[in-house]
């Protein structure tokens, strides 16, 4: 079985300063990571992935994760706040079978101008 | 190439009544997958559909069903309405092809239960 624990459901940063958004894991098997983002009366947007490779996953709009096998992490950077990355956050994993996503409960990030 | 499409954006419905949702994949999307979605709680996984048979199943009561089409779209049903029903109902589709599938968003059936 896989889960996502997302730490902090709020998270506030001045503009410019870096983003850090948290996020753990727990799969029995390899897992499939992903960062998706929810601008306010939207859907979800994919961030980035992580499925095999490369452990530094660049995404859209200057965002990146880190796989860490060790920590059992995926965590989700931005070195500079901008006003539009106002949004919640959401952390989801998947297995290398069937097609079922769990997301983590998501993470409401706000910048302050 | 359009996105995921959900019908109605929002909806008003009374307690026992029930109701009927509707989700149009990406073309040539395969899965379809349900999640209700409310505050404090993230996304809660309903059910997925894939070939019109439904493969995968979240731990929700019977009164939320689904079923899907022969061209992908997809319907969710909730019947005998409760005011805890009110929530953001998204569907996501996916190709759903070997390997690892990304799943695309609609934006949602907002649904409020008075």
């Known amino acids: 079985a896989q889960s996502v624990t997302q730490l902090g459901s709020h998270v506030s940063v001045s503009e410019g300063a870096l983003v850090l958004l948290r996020c753990n894991y727990s799969s029995s098997v390899p897992p499939y990571l992903f960062w998706y983002v929810q601008y306010p009366n939207q859907g979800l947007q994919l961030l980035l992935k992580y499925t095999t490779g490369a452990t530094l996953v660049k995404g859209i709009n200057g965002f990146e994760a880190e796989f860490k096998k060790s920590e059992t992490s995926f965590h989700l950077t931005k070195p500079s706040a901008h006003m539009s990355d106002a949004a919640e956050y959401f952390c989801a994993v998947t297995a290398n079978t069937g097609n079922q996503f769990y997301f983590g409960t998501g993470t409401s990030l706000t910048v302050i101008p | 190439k359009a996105g995921v499409t959900q019908t109605p954006r929002y909806l008003i419905k009374t307690r026992g009544q029930q109701v009927t949702l509707s989700c149009s994949p990406i073309s040539g999307h395969r899965s379809v997958s349900w999640y209700q979605q409310t505050p404090g709680q993230g996304l809660q996984f309903l059910f997925e559909y894939f070939s019109e048979t439904q493969r995968n199943k979240g731990n929700f009561p019977g009164r939320f069903s689904g079923r899907q089409f022969s061209n992908s779209r997809s319907e969710m049903n909730v019947s005998t309405l409760e005011l805890g029903d009110s929530a953001l109902y998204l569907c996501?589709?996916?190709?759903?092809?070997?390997?690892?599938?990304?799943?695309?968003f609609g934006p949602g059936t907002r649904l409020t239960v008075t």
């Open positions: 996501a589709s996916s190709l759903a092809s070997q390997g690892i599938n990304e799943q695309y």
